[in-house]
T-cell receptor, first 115, second 111 residues
Framework: DAGVTQSPTHLIKTRGQQVTLRCSPI?????VSWYQQVLGQGPQFIFQ???????GRGNFPDRFSARQFPNYSSELNVNALLLGDSALYLC??????????????FGPGTRLLVL | QKEVEQDPGPLSVPEGAIVSLNCTYS??????FMWYRQYSRKGPELLMY????GNKEDGRFTAQVDKSSKYISLFIRDSQPSDSATYLC???????????FGKGTSLLVTP
């Protein structure tokens, strides 16, 4: 079975631009989470979606937004990019619900560089 | 004080050694305890998870949770060069939607 897939793998943008990152969860998983990992740090929680609804949001500005589609895939959008947004963006999927929401499986990530 | 503390290392051991990796935490509401392995420039891979307290074993890996001390450990027996990676601990609570990660410990197993 395929794991979590993300696209693109790498991206270079300039300050002020907008970016959209895409994620497909493991088959049968209904929840998608997004994390940001800066070099040398652990992943930081951005969003969790379950059954197409936002269930949780981390301490990130409104420039970050996301959505989940009927097929459970997800997009993360970041507007007005800053140099500090350069990071590895990780998508993770889980069964969701009360028992399965936090046992998450990560994709390979999208490496974003903002110049 | 961060909710999850993890010594970043690096930790260097010879092949075949027993490795002990540890994290401490401050939030007594944490019930989910995970260990992820991350190779360079890859996404984290879930190694083990424990709900509440106790020990869990999977092959060469053993995870321990001591909630009274707010301390979790991952032991790797008969370590191999292929175990060289960054190990991330992560924790979450029943009422939350996010995992809280440590910074990761960089492990190098030398042949």
């Amino acid at each position: 079975d395929a794991g979590v897939t993300q696209s693109p793998t790498h991206l270079i943008k300039t300050r002020g631009q907008q970016v959209t990152l895409r994620c497909s969860p493991i088959s049968g998983h209904k929840s998608v989470s997004w994390y940001q990992q800066v070099l040398g740090q652990g992943p930081q929680f951005i969003f969790q979606y379950y059954e197409k609804e936002e269930r949780g949001r981390g301490n990130f500005p409104d420039r970050f937004s996301a959505r989940q589609f009927p097929n459970y895939s997800s997009e993360l959008n970041v507007n007005a990019l800053l140099l500090g947004d350069s990071a590895l963006y990780l998508c993770a999927s889980s069964l969701g619900g009360l028992a399965g929401g936090l046992v998450i499986y990560f994709g390979p990530g999208t490496r974003l560089l903002v110049l | 004080q961060k909710e999850v503390e993890q010594d970043p290392g690096p930790l260097s051991v010879p092949e075949g050694a027993i490795v002990s990796l540890n994290c401490t935490y401050s939030n007594s509401a944490f019930q989910y305890f995970m260990w992820y392995r991350q190779y360079s420039r890859k996404g984290p891979e879930l190694l083990m998870y424990t709900y509440s307290s106790g020990n869990k074993e999977d092959g060469r890996f053993t995870a321990q949770v001591d909630k009274s001390s707010k301390y979790i450990s991952l032991f790797i027996r008969d370590s191999q060069p292929s175990d060289s990676a960054t190990y991330l601990c992560a924790m979450g609570s029943n009422s939350g939607y996010a995992l809280n990660f440590g910074k990761g410990t960089s492990l190098l197993v030398t042949p």
